[in-house]
């Protein structure tokens, strides 16, 4: 069983900042890519950066150049810093994480969601 802990949501203003973070805890034997996904009201889950365990980033194109991922591996902790935020990327932000398990299996797991508001 795996635990993903997110903190760091809430309201800030647009051209502000604001970091997200996710932190996995149990029975992990290692960890592979992690990200970030978004959903807004009435709108469907999207991606909106990924991570590997070596640390190549990949971003969607609404964010690039405003937001940073980022990840300690010895915290199995993965970051979301958010520069510049834009009315329209209020939404719930989830953690994802795929995982490889003390018993050698894979699997992903969800954050329970955070919500980041941005408006002045």
């Known amino acids: 069983q795996v635990q993903l802990v997110e903190s760091g949501g809430g309201l800030v203003q647009p051209g502000g900042s604001l970091r997200l973070s996710c932190a996995a805890s149990g029975s992990i034997f290692s960890i592979g890519n992690m990200g970030w996904y978004r959903q807004a009201p009435g709108k469907q889950r999207e991606l909106v950066a990924t991570?590997?365990?070596?640390?190549?980033?990949n971003y969607d194109d609404s964010v690039k150049g405003r937001f940073t991922i980022s990840r300690d591996n010895a915290k199995n902790t993965v970051y979301l810093q958010m520069n510049s935020p834009k009315p329209e990327d209020t939404a719930v932000y989830y953690c994802?994480?795929?995982?490889?398990?003390?018993?050698?299996?894979?699997?992903?797991?969800w954050g329970q969601g955070t919500q980041v508001t941005v408006s002045s």
């Open positions: 994802n994480v795929v995982y490889t398990s003390i018993l050698r299996r894979d699997y992903a797991a």
């Open positions: 991570i590997t365990s070596a640390g190549s980033t």
